[in-house]
């Protein structure tokens, strides 16, 4: 069974910056995080979930909310299993709790369709 698990988040001020970290495991015999598509995905209390943040096992291509362009990054370690997004310039409504996902299937698109879910780490913006 994949297992997806997340850390690196905190209290930050605005303006600051922190990196979170998705670390995957239980991959089927042969194939590693390299093979999967893996998506950021927050939710704010009250509010709806909401994609971030993709980076295709296809072509590396990444992909941003609107909400987040220019201040997060997503990127990927291969030989650590391990998916980053580093977010600068933190603002109070990025204030959430924030999950890694993947889809079941290798090579897939970076469609918001995810199978498999981190337990989240909690991000808070605030002075």
């Known amino acids: 069974q994949v297992q997806l698990v997340e850390s690196g988040g905190g209290l930050v001020q605005p303006g600051g910056s922190l990196r979170l970290s998705c670390v995957g495991s239980?991959?089927?015999?042969?194939?590693?995080?390299?093979?999967?598509?893996i998506g950021w995905v927050r939710q704010a209390p009250g509010k709806e979930r909401e994609g971030v943040s993709c980076?295709?096992?296809?072509?590396?291509?990444?992909t941003y909310a609107d909400s987040v362009k220019g201040r997060f990054a997503i990127s990927r370690d291969n030989a650590q299993n391990t998916v980053y997004l580093q977010m600068n310039n933190l603002q109070p409504e990025d204030t959430a709790v924030y999950y890694c996902?993947?889809?079941?299937?290798?090579?897939?698109?970076?469609?918001?369709?995810?199978?498999?879910w981190g337990q989240g780490t909690q991000v808070t913006v605030s002075s």
């Open positions: 996902a993947t889809d079941r299937l290798i090579y897939s698109a970076c469609d918001g369709q995810y199978d498999y």
């Open positions: 239980g991959f089927a015999s042969g194939f590693d995080l390299s093979y999967y598509t």
């Open positions: 980076i295709s096992s296809v072509d590396g291509s990444t």
